[in-house]
């Protein structure tokens, strides 16, 4: 099973990236915040039309909450409108 992993240098990311990567049967795509931006949009279909994964993870997020409150923008850009989009990606 093909899975990308988004957010992989984070908390939660890591440690799914070091239980999949020993996973039989499982072909790990970790992505850091560096390799992939989850609010580029046109660069999130690229990624995904390259690994052609069938399970996406995506552990990305914009979360401590006084920076939440300071920038509200990028704290719905990361944790809803990047969602929505990732989720709505067709694969052709
Ligand atoms: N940790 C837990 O125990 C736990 C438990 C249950 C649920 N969760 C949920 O899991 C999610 C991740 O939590 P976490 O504790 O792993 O947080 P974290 O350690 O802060 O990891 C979040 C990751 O998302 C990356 N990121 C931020 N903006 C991004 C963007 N625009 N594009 C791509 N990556 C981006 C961060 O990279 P940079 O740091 O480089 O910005 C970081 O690597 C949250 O929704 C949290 O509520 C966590």
Do not use: W
């Not at 899975?3 to 999949?20: K, R, W």
């Not at 970790?30 to 995904?48: F, K, S």
């Not at 995506?58 to 989009?85: K, L, M, P, S």
């Amino acid at each position: 099973m093909r899975v990308v992993l988004i957010g992989a240098s984070g908390q939660l990311g890591s440690d799914l990236a070091q239980v999949l990567s020993s996973r039989p049967g499982v072909s790990l795509f970790p992505l850091t915040h560096a390799q992939l931006d989850i609010t580029q949009v046109e660069q999130v279909r690229t990624v995904l039309t390259e690994k052609r994964p069938e399970v996406v993870i995506n552990t990305a997020a914009y979360h401590r909450v006084d920076d939440c409150e300071t920038n509200i923008g990028q704290a719905f850009a990361v944790n809803a409108v990047a969602v929505a989009q990732l989720a709505a990606i067709t694969i052709s």
